[in-house]
């Protein structure tokens, strides 16, 4: 040990606090600031096929792991640690702690004595890093293992933690408890909750939350507001999971959970907007036809294809987009062929751009584009912001052709040129 530490060879140092002191690379990680995984690749004596691992050379990172071990200076070459000089304050007299005791208050040795107690544990660091591995196992197990075998691993699991939990040990040992039985809660919520135990499944989540409040961890949180998304989401209840996605958000915005919100927001909103659909064409097919149905403020029941157009492209359903805008622009031209609704035209052929950027067709896209743009009568605002879909569609697709470069430069002539001042009236 004091060769790896006068040659600065920490992984040696890892690798050897953990055999003979019984400390778990989580700890040495949580002790120096480094990821578990991290520790053990420097601890592995060959992880290259060289013969070479990773040696820490920065300064700072040094000092980091020699404090962060509490390693005396002098062994590794430096000059006496900070934490090293330092030194309890003396008193200028001990008072008998009996007497303190009487007074009411706790005495020296009372005090030290209550703080050795605070320190002794009947779990160690392998039984932790044990109840670890077993959790991480469990969870990836989960996509295929069958569910009636991981509902009984974790219930066994919950088990076991929370018996660990009434013995003595460390406080920050008992927030690692604490935190690894937030970890079975949450999945024990989804096995349950996939063997259509629902009742049972929400008590575990809320369990999840509430021990996430209270060890302070945030990535726990989030996933039992992911898993509460998860449960709205399957049962069409939209605003409640719109409320899960963003109390999520708001626990933690470091993990993977929140790439899961973000998902869970976007399948409910394309299924909101086919029900959305689906009742708006229902409440229209009531109502009688409009005398005047240009009037702005009249619903046109023609305009309807214009809608689901959208809606369908802003889906990625192109089939279906593109029949609803052919009907846009067949609604929107009137016998002698003029357009009677140019803007309505417009986008309905940018969208058949997007459609046709989608599937290969990028002369087809190129020239719906630019019919659309060279439109006479067009509500800017709304117009970019579908030609900004087709810019997209053919940047992405096409990056290297002439034609998609031509078209963005129109698109950003023409967003130029609505930056202007503007009139007095």
């Known amino acids: 040990m004091r060769s790896a530490i006068a040659n600065h060879d920490f992984g040696e140092v890892f690798r050897l606090a953990k055999i003979h002191g019984h400390i778990s690379y989580a700890k040495i990680a949580e002790a120096v600031g480094y990821k578990r995984d991290h520790i053990g690749k420097m601890a592995r004596p060959d992880t290259d096929g060289k013969g070479v691992r990773p040696r820490i050379t920065q300064f700072h990172k040094i000092l980091e792991v020699v404090d962060g071990l509490r390693i005396p200076g002098q062994l590794a070459g430096l000059a006496p640690r900070p934490w090293e000089l330092e030194r309890p304050a003396r008193t200028a007299q001990l008072e008998d702690p009996s007497t303190l005791i009487t007074q009411g208050g706790a005495g020296l040795w009372d005090i030290a004595e209550m703080l050795r107690r605070t320190e002794m544990s009947n779990i160690n660091s392998a039984a932790l890093e044990s109840i670890e591995e077993g959790i991480d196992q469990l969870a990836r197990a989960y996509p295929y293992a069958n569910a009636d075998y ?83 989401l399957t049962q069409s209840r939209w605003q409640d999971m719109l409320n899960a996605v963003e109390a999520g958000h708001a626990s933690d915005q470091t993990h993977s959970v929140g790439v899961q919100l973000y998902a869970h927001k976007a399948r409910a909103a394309a299924r909101l907007v086919r029900d959305s659909l689906d009742a708006g064409r229902a409440r229209l097919d009531r109502l ?110 096409y990056p290297r052709e002439a034609a998609s470069r031509d078209f963005h430069e129109q698109v950003m002539a023409i967003k130029r040129g609505t930056a202007g001042p503007e009139l007095p009236f």
């Open 150 to 232: 991981l509902h009984e691993r974790t219930r066994n699991g919950l088990q076991f933690v929370t018996k660990q939990l009434a013995g003595r040990m460390t406080l920050r040992q008992h927030r690692d408890l604490l935190v690894d039985t937030g970890w079975l809660f949450l999945l024990n919520a989804c096995v349950q909750y996939d063997r259509g135990q629902r009742e049972a499944a929400n008590l575990s989540k809320a369990a999840a939350l509430r021990i996430g409040e209270e060890a302070g961890h945030g990535e726990i949180k989030a996933w039992a507001w992911e898993i509460e998304a998860w449960f709205a």
């Open 288 to 397: 009688p036809r409009p005398d005047h149905p240009e009037h702005h403020f009249i619903i046109d029941p023609d305009k309807w294809d214009f809608y689901e157009m959208d809606a369908y492209r802003l889906l990625g359903d192109d089939e279906r987009a593109a029949t609803h805008a052919r009907s846009v622009i067949r609604i929107s031209t009137g016998p002698d062929e003029t357009e009677i609704s140019p803007m309505r035209a417009a986008e309905a052929r940018l969208t058949l751009g997007v459609a046709a950027a989608r599937t290969g067709e990028i002369e087809e896209a190129i020239g719906m584009g630019t019919a659309a743009l060279e439109a006479d009568r067009k509500s800017l605002p709304s117009l970019l912001l579908v030609a900004d879909e087709l810019d997209k569609e053919l940047r992405a697709r």
